[in-house]
């Protein structure tokens, strides 16, 4: 993409903040020097540790905070007060804060439960997307939903009151089948419907400006795939994948090898659509492969241009039995010192392919 393209390409919305804009450019700018990394809930807790302040598992790892930090909006729907995870709502937004002064970048996921069932996101009763869309059952009550996740992003501000961009990945994996909103349970047209209600009501009933769509499938193989439920380039700024190690890495190379054929399909399409291509999430849960950054995360991704890289959240709290209720975890996916794959990640941060917090404030990505 020349420097002319990357100046002139608008965001998806065309009201967007100016940072929000800069940020969009700037992305697409910054695509040569490397691949910012990301981690989810980064600052809230980790491995025997919940909301220390300043402390980070990527800077506990490699000495300085990640490029991006992931969060999560599950449950904000009901109107709780903690996200899935058990984040506070409040906290996190201080959270973001931190990150965007830092001059990292925000990604927010919305896990939202089941709309008919009353079921969790695993949920995958038929017929929740047909539910919500314009003239369902439950449309009123979705945009209910909708509501409460507009004011969260509209309160998101700095001390001076400028809206923090915030990278918005919804209705994500949908190309698997263990959500409510995935290819199993709704049609192409529906899931179309669904993100340009959800773009549509964002933007022009509640004036949410400081937004960039993710668009974010699991598994597909071809192009055609990729873009069965695609909702067309008005409504999306940054074209997205996730893929997990599964299996023993020691005898296959089934991850890398797909890894690498998925990206080179998303590249092309996100390079004629002058999109933003990333990889959303990965991770193999707890790395017992000591080489798995090097020979199995960076092959896999190759020489592609990726904005970023996300890895999933360490530690903390997980759902318990019960509605609220919350059990101590100790998976994770940035390895600390005992782990096989901890040399392994030292190498991948030495490598200079991946933007840390230091690199990635030196981009200026929102001036």
């Not at 904000?76 to 931190?98: A, C, P, Q, T």
């Amino acid at each position: 993409m020349s420097s002319v393209q990357a100046q002139t390409k608008l965001t998806a919305d065309p009201n967007a903040t100016r940072q929000t804009k800069n940020l969009y450019r700037n992305l697409l700018k910054a695509l040569p020097e490397g691949i910012m990394f990301g981690h989810q809930d980064d600052l809230a807790y980790g491995m025997g540790w919940i909301g220390v302040p300043g402390k980070s598992t990527i800077k506990d790892a490699v000495g300085e905070y990640p490029g991006v930090y992931g969060w999560e909006l599950g449950n904000i729907e009901l109107g709780d007060l903690h996200n899935l995870d058990s984040v506070s709502f409040e906290k996190m937004k201080d959270y973001i804060r931190e990150g965007y002064a830092r001059g990292g970048v925000v990604t927010i996921s919305w896990h939202a439960n089941h709309p008919v069932t009353g079921g969790n996101a695993w949920d995958t009763t038929h017929g929740a997307v047909d539910a919500i869309i314009p003239g369902g059952s439950k449309h009123e009550i979705f945009k209910l939903w909708l509501d409460r996740v507009a004011n969260f992003m509209l309160d998101l501000k700095t001390a001076k009151g400028e809206p923090i961009p915030v990278i918005f990945r919804p209705y994500h994996e949908f190309t698997g089948n263990w959500f409510w909103w995935c290819q199993n349970t709704c049609t192409p047209d529906e899931f179309k419907e669904l993100w340009r209600f959800t773009y549509t009501y964002f933007t022009e009933n509640r004036g949410v400006h400081n937004l960039l769509y993710a668009y974010n499938p699991e598994k597909y193989e071809t192009r055609e795939q990729y873009l069965e439920r695609y909702p067309g380039d008005e409504f999306v700024d940054i074209l997205s994948l996730d893929m997990y190690q599964y299996g023993d890495p020691a005898n296959s190379n089934a991850f890398e090898t797909s890894l690498h054929h998925r990206l080179r399909i998303l590249t092309e399409i996100a390079n004629e659509k002058n999109k933003i291509p990333a990889l959303a999430e990965t991770g193999f849960l707890n790395t017992p492969y000591a080489q798995w950054f090097t020979q199995k995360l960076m092959k896999g991704i190759g020489d592609f241009p990726l904005s970023y890289v996300l890895l999933w959240r360490d530690g903390g709290y997980v759902n318990g039995p019960e509605k609220g209720s919350f059990i101590p975890s100790q998976d994770h996916f940035i390895p600390v010192g005992s782990d096989p794959a901890f040399w392994d990640f030292q190498r991948l941060y030495r490598s200079g392919r991946f933007l840390f917090q230091k690199k990635t404030a030196r981009l200026k990505l929102y001036e």
